[in-house]
Nanobody, 116 residues
Framework: QVDLVESGGGLVQPGGSLRLSCAAS????????GGWYRQAPGMQRASVADILRNGITTYQDSVKGRFTISRDGARNTLYLEMNDLRPDDTAVYYCNWRTLSGGSYWGLGTQVTVDS
C-alpha cells in the first residue's frame, strides 16, 4: 500500500505559477514511474506529465514548455511546477505512483483554479 498526499493547489491568476507536491509513504512505495493527471468538470481524467525512474519525462502537448515534472527520490516526492497558467488549466490534479511490485496508486487530488 502507498499513501499519497498532494498539496500546493489553489487559486491563481492567469499567467501565474503553482507548484504541486505529492509525498508518498507506505510499505510498497518503490518508485518505477509516476505522473500527474487532471480532471476538469464534465471531462475524463487525462495525463498531464509522466516521469520514469531514470528521469525521462513526457508531457501533454498543451502544457509543454509551461509545466515541469520532477521527483525527489530521497524525499519520495513528485512535483509539478506549473508556470504561465491559463484558465483551461483549471481542474483537480491527481498524483499517480507506480511501484516495482506492479501497484498503481492515486492521491485524492488537489484543486487548481486559474481565474482573474
Amino acid at each position: 500500500q502507498v499513501d499519497l498526499v498532494e498539496s500546493g493547489g489553489g487559486l491563481v491568476q492567469p499567467g501565474g505559477s503553482l507548484r504541486l507536491s505529492c509525498a508518498a509513504s507506505g510499505a510498497d512505495f518503490v518508485f518505477t514511474s509516476g505522473g500527474w493527471y487532471r480532471q476538469a468538470p464534465g471531462m475524463q481524467r487525462a495525463s498531464v506529465a509522466d516521469i520514469l525512474r531514470n528521469g525521462i519525462t513526457t508531457y501533454q502537448d498543451s502544457v509543454k514548455g509551461r509545466f515541469t515534472i520532477s521527483r525527489d527520490g530521497a524525499r519520495n516526492t513528485l512535483y509539478l511546477e506549473m508556470n504561465d497558467l491559463r484558465p483551461d488549466d483549471t481542474a483537480v490534479y491527481y498524483c499517480n505512483w507506480r511501484t516495482l511490485s506492479g501497484g498503481s496508486y492515486w492521491g485524492l487530488g488537489t484543486q487548481v483554479t486559474v481565474d482573474s
